[in-house]
């Protein structure tokens, strides 16, 4: 057996208990390669990408257009730390008129909606990165070795990669980084996974707290966990977190 760990960066959407019963926890990437605007706030282009270390200790960035990732994990199951939910936001908790899931993006393998997806095994773990932005960290027990499959939407299949043991990658989407127009907003692209865009959709201004007792009279705790990225990001500030929908 092996074992891989899979860091998730910026806007990256999950679901859990998938509505379609396809996949226990699929992780979506948006298409927002081109700037947007969503209620009046301008948001410029992310980038969706892969990047890992390969078996030759080469450092490799792939863009993400269009592709389904899976790994061979031995035990398909998901399994959740309390970080998970204390640490990634909650679109209920950022609007509260949360529309139904939008199944074209969640399912649909429409490239003009979703870069791509990721279905989930393992244990999830979540914290924070040094910018505030909210992480989520998926820990695999694999098959040897570890091996991601990748099949582009039409149904057409890429080569395998094939990771050294002890492997980090990260699934990223994210902008230019400050200097680039980043802004909190950003975090509006989630909301691209629901059947429309609540007009009084927000986003959170500072590092993660109880995201699942935001609106309940329990006590808050703080997002203690650091996250160290294996390779370094472009997030800015808390608007480059992940979400959990709903």
């Known amino acids: 057996m092996g074992t891989l760990t899979v860091y998730f960066v ?146 057409t299949s890429r080569p395998p990669i094939e990771l050294p043991d002890d492997a980090e990658i990260q699934i990223e989407n994210v902008g230019p980084g400050k200097d680039g127009g980043d802004r909190t907003h950003d975090f509006l692209l989630n909301f691209l996974v629901a059947q429309n865009i609540p007009t009084d959709a927000t986003w959170p201004t500072k590092r993660a707290h109880c995201y699942v007792c935001r609106t309940s009279s329990a006590p808050t705790s703080s997002c203690k966990l650091d996250v160290k990225l294996p390779f370094p990001s472009n997030t800015v500030d808390v608007g480059c977190s992940n979400s959990n929908y709903p």
Do not use: W
Request: glycine share 6%; aromatic share 6%; proline share 5%.
């Open 10 to 155: 910026g806007i990256c959407t999950h679901l859990r208990e998938f509505t379609s019963r396809e996949v226990e926890h699929r992780v979506v990437l948006v298409n927002a390669r081109e700037s947007k605007t969503i209620n009046e706030e301008t948001i410029v282009a992310h980038e969706p990408s892969l990047r890992y270390t390969d078996r030759e200790g080469t450092v490799q960035k792939m863009p993400l257009n269009g592709v389904h990732i899976t790994v061979n994990a031995v035990d398909p199951k998901v399994v959740y730390d309390r970080s998970f939910f204390t640490c990634i936001p909650r679109l209920t908790a950022y609007a509260p008129s949360l529309p139904s899931l939008g199944m074209d993006a969640a399912k649909g393998r429409d490239a003009n909606l979703a870069a791509a997806y990721f279905d989930a095994a393992g244990r999830f773990v979540a914290g924070a990165d040094g910018n505030d932005a909210s992480v989520a960290v998926l820990n695999v027990v694999t098959q040897d070795p570890p091996t991601l499959t990748l099949t582009n939407f039409d149904g």
